[in-house]
């Protein structure tokens, strides 16, 4: 028997227009004995205020321990979203991952916890590595028509780049302040 169920679910974009304006209904489909599905609860999530709730089944059946589906019904339709194996009673943790800016949903997770009933919880995705990005190298014609690779230069200080300037200001500037000739 597991003691923690993870299980992560990609929801299309539809669905997450679905909990945005309605309650969506949670259900449990059995994978042995292919019952009827079971009802989990309804949640309820406020995409403005990023909060969710999950409402109870008023009277949940007693079920068989086992493999379950468990999905949404949108729109009238069914669709699993995950599979878990699911104890009696229900104490499961319900993490709705949301986008951090626009609190659009993204993913649902279910997993075994120590409280009764099918808590909600909201977490915010968390941005992923963005990867280092290196510019293609420049090809070159030189003199002969050959292709070659340009080099690129390292960044230059100021002095470097301006050195032809500062240069004959620096000489014009010793030779006009000269001493004057003595003794005369």
């Not at 999950?54 to 999905?71: K, N, Q, S």
């Not at 319900?94 to 997770?109: A, R, Y």
């Not at 003199?143 to 470097?160: D, M, R, T, Y």
Request: charged share 20%.
């Amino acid at each position: 028997m597991l003691n923690i169920i993870r299980i992560s679910v990609l929801l299309a974009s539809f669905v997450s227009l679905a909990l945005a304006t309605a309650p969506v209904q949670l259900y449990a489909h059995s994978l042995e004995t292919h019952e009827l599905s079971i009802n989990l609860g309804v949640l309820t999530y406020n995409e403005t205020s990023g909060s969710t709730q999950v409402i109870d089944a008023p009277e949940l059946p007693e079920f068989e321990e086992g493999d379950y589906c468990i999905g949404a019904e949108i729109n009238g339709n069914f669709q699993c979203h995950s599979y878990a194996r699911l104890e009696f009673p229900l104490r499961y943790e319900l993490i709705i991952s949301t986008k951090p800016k626009t609190g659009e949903l993204i993913s649902m997770s279910f997993r075994r916890a120590e409280n009764e009933g099918i808590k909600s919880i909201i977490k915010p995705a968390v941005p992923g590595a963005q990867p280092a990005t290196k510019e293609a190298p420049k090809v070159v014609k030189n003199a002969e028509g050959k292709e070659v690779l340009e080099e690129e230069e390292p960044p230059k200080s100021f002095i470097q780049k301006y050195w032809m300037y500062i240069v004959p200001a620096l000489i014009m500037f010793m030779i006009s302040s000269g001493q004057e000739p003595q003794g005369q």
